[in-house]
């Protein structure tokens, strides 16, 4: 009872190591493997008495159930460190092998659908049943287990009898090499829906204690995290890239930044507009990339980022604002800037719209300069004071209309 309440605490200890792992990003910030194993090898010293002579099987007991327990601590951390669903697939088959004693492994992941299990990796399965089994749907591969992913509910056969009655499509398939005799399949569960599938195959028929199995469910459920996180990072990724083409392909210029005011994207007419690379922009502070200065004060303007965050809604800039190029030209610019947000609601970051209105500038002011002469030449039919009264308008609105 001891051993079993010891092991129980200790699984959420390993559960609030993960949390804190995925916190500190790794364990750069001084959390260790190691040190997490430690403070679970206190909390069992009080088991391991060896001054008692009815305690050597509860000793023997405690050992094991931390060499469990080591081996969750370096998974835990390991996951945390992967980055694709490939390498969570890699260590999950790999460690789970090896701690479960186990001679064959399968990974699925489901599909965004939710109406497919694909293989994502495996160890030992024959050619045969892995060419049946790379696919599941509710009518192809091994239907069943879909059955069995829709009620979260983990199978246990410890026999080949069991196996055959609960999955015997797959169990009475012909295939070489040794087949398996028991299996332990669990969902993985995360946030409340499914995400994939664990399975272990064995050649010899097992018995499963109830720490073994409580030790899979946890081992599932560390998994079943570092999968939903791989897959959350895959799709951004692949979202960024779709938003990363398309903001490429428009004609305005586009800037993103973190909630720090820092530089994220460019698109190739905002490298224009600037002067800036975006591989000499990313990571520096807009106010450096993007300068901006009232045309009639001269004095610089507040970074649009800075309202943004501040107002938590879309913004617009002044008129009459001018940016100010890293080669130092000055370019009269329209811009708006729009909050990021997360699924929440979070804002994690800033983006930037802005166009170039010189073109719009000279039309404005050679519209100005036709209608002060229309009016001129409709005021007086003496050419000479209509000349004079042109010759007026200030020179530089005369280059602009004539440019």
């Known amino acids: 009872m001891v051993v079993a309440e010891a092991f129980d605490g200790l699984l959420v200890a390993v559960e609030l190591t993960v949390d804190l792992v995925r916190f500190l990003r790794v364990s750069s910030q001084g ?8 403070v679970m090898l206190r909390a069992l010293t009080a088991t391991d008495d060896p001054s008692s002579a009815d305690s050597a099987p509860e000793a023997k007991h405690s050992r094991e159930t931390l060499a469990r327990l080591e081996s969750l601590t370096e998974l835990a951390f390991a996951l945390s460190a992967a980055v694709t669903k490939e390498e969570v697939a890699e260590l999950v088959v790999e460690q789970g092998v090896r701690e479960a004693r186990a001679d064959m492994a399968t990974l699925y992941v489901l599909d965004d659908s939710g109406e497919v299990l694909d293989l994502l990796a495996e160890r030992g399965v024959s050619p045969e049943v892995l060419q049946k089994i790379a696919r599941i749907t509710k009518t192809e591969g091994n239907p069943r287990v879909m059955a069995t992913l829709a009620t979260g509910v983990s199978v246990w056969a410890e026999t080949e ?9 797959v169990a009475r398939l012909p295939a070489s090499g040794r087949r398996a005799k028991a299996l332990w399949s669990v969902p993985l569960v995360v946030e409340g829906r499914p995400v994939g599938l664990l399975g272990m195959g064995f050649f010899a028929e097992q018995r499963f204690s109830a720490e073994e199995r409580r030790s899979a469910e946890t081992f599932t459920k560390l998994c079943a995290q570092a999968l939903l996180r791989a897959l959350r990072r895959d799709r951004e990724r692949r979202a960024w890239r779709f938003l990363a083409t398309t903001l490429q392909s428009i004609g305005d210029a586009v800037i993103a930044t973190d909630t720090a005011g820092s530089v994220t994207f460019m698109n ?13 922009a990313r990571g520096r502070p807009l106010s450096e990339v993007f300068r901006i200065i009232s045309e009639q004060t001269r004095q610089v303007v507040e970074s649009p980022v800075t309202k943004v965050l501040r107002e938590g809604r879309v913004v617009g800039l002044a008129n009459h604002t001018l940016l100010l190029t890293k080669q130092g030209a000055e370019l009269p610019i329209d811009d708006s800037g729009a909050p990021i947000r997360d699924e929440s609601g979070v804002i994690y970051g800033v983006v930037l719209v ?7 500038k000279r039309a404005e002011k050679r519209r100005a300069f036709l209608a002060r002469a229309m009016e001129t030449l409709a005021s007086s039919l003496d050419y000479r004071t209509t000349l ?6 200030p020179f530089n ?3 602009e209309a004539k440019a």
């Open 388 to 393: 004079r009264r042109v010759a007026e308008t």
């Open 31 to 38: 959390v260790t493997a190691p040190g997490a194993y430690a």
């Open 354 to 360: 802005f166009r170039d209105v010189t073109l719009e």
């Open 268 to 280: 190739g007419v905002a490298e224009r507009l600037t002067g800036w690379s975006e591989a000499e």
């Open 161 to 169: 009898a069991e196996y055959v009655a609960i999955f015997p499509e």
């Open 397 to 399: 609105i005369v280059l």
